[in-house]
Structures are given as structure tokens and as C-alpha cells.
């Protein structure tokens, strides 16, 4: 029987999976249909999305998880999400890995070495995990800047830091750029151990996260360098097939790295 999905945003991501599904990408996985940009309420709905889906993947933002994520759950229906970002609320992570019926899974996204930061975690400690993201200087503007703060911003020759903290420090002053943090912070299972220092670099040609985790049993050092989303510089191109990995895993694990 195949597995039913249903995906929450039609924007760069959520076009870009529904292509791959319905190109047969991922065997055993049938596309159910696209609530766009959180439910218009028109043609296939949120309610609809719930009531033939296995799984609900979110690929329209924070928000969209914190409207729609304890409402999958609830109905008993599974829910992959994109944004992982939005798990920095800690009453939003709690009902959504520790509710239910349904469960809560997590795309490894535009970031490698999850795998073997988890195997620490559950085998030894975490000490300590940095990473620095160095984006466009355009991809950082915020609402919250001033006008002289974005023009310096985008006349900037040289590599600027904007901010270096934790994921709570991070979703408040740059909420589009927290999922790699808030993803290195869930699988150490500690959110006090993640820094993040976010760069905006004039030269940057792709989005770059170097991440240094220090373990008890081992020190990782990984690099991720990825090409843009085509519909959305912001974004990763490598974001749409990690989800579509990860269907095809749910829907047929033999053989895959789980």
C-alpha cells in the first residue's frame, strides 16, 4: 500500500517536492495533493490534507508549524516538517515530539553529520556545537532593520557577523535562518550546548555552515556548501530531496541509512 502524503506550502520547496512525487522520485510514495500557503480554504484544504494523508510534510515556514503541526498530530496523522526552526518554542516541541497519536519527524535538510551527532548524544555527551552560516547580505535583511542598517548591510565589501548566540537568540532576530541551529540542537539533545554566528558575506556564491561538534565520543568538523533554490535564493536546493529521501524511507526503510 502506498504512503499517502499531503504536503502545507506550494512556494520554492513545496513546487519542488511535488514535482519530484509526482515524477515517481520516490516509490511507494503517492502525493495526495498541495494545501497552498497554509489552508486558502479553496480546492484541496487543510481538512482534506488530514483526512486522506499517512503524512502532512510543512514546507511554508515557522508559522505554518505552530498553526498546523499540533493539528496533524492531533488528528492522528504523521507530520514531517521543514522549519525545524519553529521547535525552538518549547510548548510548540513538546506537543509535537512528546503528543500525539500522530508522530513528529524532522528533515535532515540543507545539513550532513545529524546521524553521528545523535549517535553521540544517545552513546556519550555533547560538549559543545558551533556553527557558522555565512548567506548573501541580501537573504539577511529583516523587517526590524532601519534603513541606514540594510543599506549598510548590502554596501558591505567585507564578511559582517550579525549575530552570535543560541537558537532562542537566533529565531528572534533572524527567524528564516534557524533551522540548521535548531536541527544541530535537537539531535544533541541539549539546546544550551548550540551556538550559531551568522555572517553576511559579499562573496558568499552559495549559503555555507561549518559546524564544529565536540564529543565525548569524538570531535566532527562538517562543511555544507549548497547551491540555491532556483524559486528562492534563501533556500537550499538540496531541502526538497532530503524530504523525498526521507518519504521514500518511511514508506519502504529496507536498504536505506536510517
Known amino acids: 500500500m502506498a504512503l499517502t502524503v499531503a504536503l502545507i506550502g506550494s512556494g520554492a520547496i513545496g513546487s519542488r517536492i511535488a514535482q519530484l512525487l509526482d515524477a515517481g522520485t520516490a516509490p511507494g510514495v503517492q502525493l495526495a495533493g498541495v494545501v497552498p500557503h497554509g489552508d486558502a480554504r479553496t480546492g484541496f484544504s487543510f481538512d482534506d490534507a488530514v483526512g486522506v494523508a499517512d503524512v502532512v510534510v510543512e514546507c511554508a515556514g515557522v508559522a505554518a508549524v505552530a498553526e498546523f503541526g499540533p493539528r496533524t498530530v492531533n488528528a492522528g496523522r504523521d507530520l514531517l516538517v521543514t522549519s525545524i526552526g519553529a521547535l525552538c518554542d518549547s510548548s510548540l516541541r513538546d506537543t509535537l515530539l512528546d503528543g500525539g497519536p500522530g508522530r513528529t519527524f524532522l528533515t535532515t535538510g540543507a545539513l550532513g553529520g545529524l546521524d553521528a551527532i545523535t549517535a553521540a548524544c544517545a552513546g556519550g555527551s555533547i ?94 568538523d562538517i562543511r555544507v556548501t549548497n547551491e540555491a533554490s532556483p524559486g528562492n535564493p534563501a533556500s537550499s536546493a538540496l531541502v526538497p530531496h532530503a524530504v523525498v529521501r526521507g518519504l521514500k524511507t518511511l514508506a519502504n526503510a529496507s536498504g536505506s541509512f536510517i
Do not use: C, Y
Request: charged share 20%; no cysteine; proline share 6%.
Open 127 to 220: 560538549h559543545r556545537i558551533t556553527v557558522e552560516s555565512r548567506k548573501l547580505p541580501a537573504t539577511l535583511l529583516q523587517p526590524w532593520m532601519d534603513g541606514e542598517t540594510k543599506a549598510a548591510l548590502l554596501a558591505a565589501t567585507q564578511p559582517v557577523e550579525l549575530l552570535r548566540g543560541g537558537p532562542a537568540e537566533l529565531i528572534r532576530a533572524f527567524p528564516k535562518s534557524t533551522n540548521v541551529v535548531s536541527a544541530l540542537a535537537l539531535a544533541a539533545g541539549n539546546w544550551e550546548v548550540v551556538e550559531a554566528v551568522l555572517i553576511a558575506d559579499p562573496a558568499a556564491k552559495h549559503t555555507t555552515h561549518h559546524v564544529v561538534a565536540e564529543t565525548s565520543l569524538g570531535t566532527f
